[in-house]
């Protein structure tokens, strides 16, 4: 099993490398235009000079593949930056403070635990809106449970550690102690969870795009895209089967990079 993990490094971060450049530089890998169209290239298949096919209105599908990394990238980062930080800081504070607060503190993470993440991710954008950046808070507050948890037992088992209690015993302050011994060797788990986290926001952010939520068209994401293409589903798979095998190859990629990562900080 570590001999497979290990082979499939490569390929998951050649694939992540490639996302994320697509993202930051879209114009070195299609220079079409994302939006403009062609009725004459209407629903052509993959071909030499489409790779990925064109759709309903002749555009270049490989151009909006590429054009919509930028939106659908950025919101699963912002997703899981949204949920590091608030579940960071929550957990902090519940392991700290112990006590009532604790227990007031954490029986509110389990209610958000009980909720359906997907129910409370649609409760969130019905408030704020629909758009890329609403959607990412959406999804971030929906995580950021998990992590509080993760954080708080963190917390709590590195302040029984000698070097805290002798911390605290020769003076120093409270909140030195936890700035400079408990947090920097309570954040490893929570690191490693981000990187789990961040593919299953990839997901996450597609779904609720696919549902029209995300960007307003005719802006490319792909869960829009993938969208778009369900009237054509007989006629032009390719509309909704490429975007498709993009979002799950960048998901799985994410995620076999952080359960190697997660298994490398475990054994350390």
């Known amino acids: 099993m570590t001999f497979v993990r290990r082979l499939g490094v490569v390929p998951s971060a050649l694939v992540l490398l490639a996302a994320t450049a697509a993202a930051l530089a879209p114009a070195l890998f299609s220079p079409a235009d994302p939006l403009r169209g062609d009725l004459t290239q209407r629903l052509l298949p993959p071909g030499a000079t489409h790779p990925f096919g064109t759709d309903e209105l002749g555009r270049d599908v490989f151009a909006r593949v590429v054009h919509g990394s930028a939106p659908s990238l950025q919101a699963a980062v912002i997703a899981v930056g949204v949920a590091v930080l608030a579940g960071s800081v929550i957990g902090l504070v519940a392991g700290t403070a112990r006590g009532r607060l604790d227990g007031l503190v954490m029986r509110a993470v389990e209610v958000l635990l009980a909720v359906p993440s997907f129910l409370l991710i ?29 954080m708080r037992a963190e917390v709590v088992r590195v302040r029984g550690s000698g070097y805290v209690e002798a911390a605290a015993v020769c003076g120093t302050g409270r909140a030195t102690v936890l700035l400079t011994h408990v947090l920097p060797n309570a954040a490893g788990p929570v690191a490693a969870l981000a990187t789990l986290e961040l593919g299953n926001a990839v997901l996450t952010v597609a779904a609720v795009s696919f549902l029209g939520f995300g960007a307003p068209p005719p802006a490319p994401e792909w869960g829009s895209l993938v969208a778009a293409g369900r009237p054509f589903l007989a006629s032009a798979w390719w509309l909704t089967t490429v975007p498709g095998l993009v979002i799950a190859a960048v998901a799985l990629a994410v995620n076999h990079l952080g359960h190697v990562l997660r298994t ?5």
């Open 264 to 268: 490398r900080s475990e054994t350390r």
């Open 122 to 150: 649609l409760v969130v954008v019905a408030v704020l809106g629909p758009g890329t950046r609403e959607v990412a808070l959406a999804v971030g507050v929906s995580a950021a449970a998990v992590f509080s948890r993760v």
